[in-house]
């Protein structure tokens, strides 16, 4: 089996010195997107399913109209969900998150000050859900201690477009690592960005192998943004 994830492109987080809430894509995060599409279009895919959030679909669009296909949504993919900045001078959450990478690591787990999905919260959801989408693909962790996975169809080929936390957090499920408060930090990729994990056999089952992480050679080196 074959994963493909996929960081949505450069997002506007702030217009006229204000926070956005769910951001549109800006410009060159339109081109990225379109690179994607034009580097992955004549890939076979089985699936392809894409995260609720704006800069997410608008990432997966092009791929999704170059192979004919229609949008599949999974609501777990939604990445960690922030305090309501929307109008909000930038400063504000600059400020959250430069206290909430301040404290001792066990403490990062609380999240940003003033609402929002403590981390904590978001890991478990997006497991939960991966773990949910993954048995209705017929996969799922065999009984034992090492990331050993049970396959029914070792040859599908799955692309997902989503943000660099949950990424990150799906990256770690498949790996079989501990999960920490700070996914979005442990595996970097950059803005519409490839990465690629494939499974392999092994006397029990199956494994996977990260093959490439945050692939960036379908842009050109003017539009690489993280």
């Known amino acids: 089996m074959e994963i493909i994830l996929i960081r949505h492109g450069e997002p506007e ?3 006229d010195g204000l926070s956005v809430v769910d951001p549109p894509l800006t410009d060159r995060g339109l ?4 690179r994607v599409g ?4 004549a890939e076979a895919f ?8 704006r800069r997410a679909r608008q990432t997966a669009a092009p791929l999704l109209g170059l192979q004919r296909r229609k949008e599949a949504i999974e609501p777990f993919l939604e990445e960690i969900r922030e305090p309501n900045w929307h109008g909000t001078p930038e ?8 206290e909430e990478k301040s404290r001792a690591a066990e403490d990062r787990w609380l999240g940003v000050r003033g609402g929002g999905e403590p981390p904590r919260d978001f890991v478990e959801r997006v497991r939960a859900g991966g773990t949910d989408y993954f048995a209705g693909l017929g996969m799922h962790r065999a009984g034992q201690r090492l990331p050993v996975w049970h396959l029914d169809q070792p040859d599908l080929k799955i692309v997902i477009v989503a943000h660099s936390g949950t990424n990150g957090v799906l990256l770690c499920q498949l790996l079989g690592l501990d999960p920490v408060p700070w996914e979005w930090d442990r595996f970097v990729t950059h803005h519409a960005s ?7 056999a092994m006397g029990d089952g199956h494994t996977f192998s990260l093959r490439r992480l945050s692939d960036v050679e379908h842009l050109p080196r003017d539009a690489r943004t993280a």
């Open 38 to 41: 034009e580097e992955l279009h």
């Open 13 to 15: 987080w702030v217009r």
């Open 194 to 200: 490839i990465t690629r994990l494939q499974s392999f």
């Open 31 to 34: 081109l990225q997107a379109q």
């Open 91 to 98: 400063e504000l959450a600059a400020a959250a998150y430069a």
């Open 46 to 53: 089985d699936e392809v399913i894409v995260s609720p959030l």
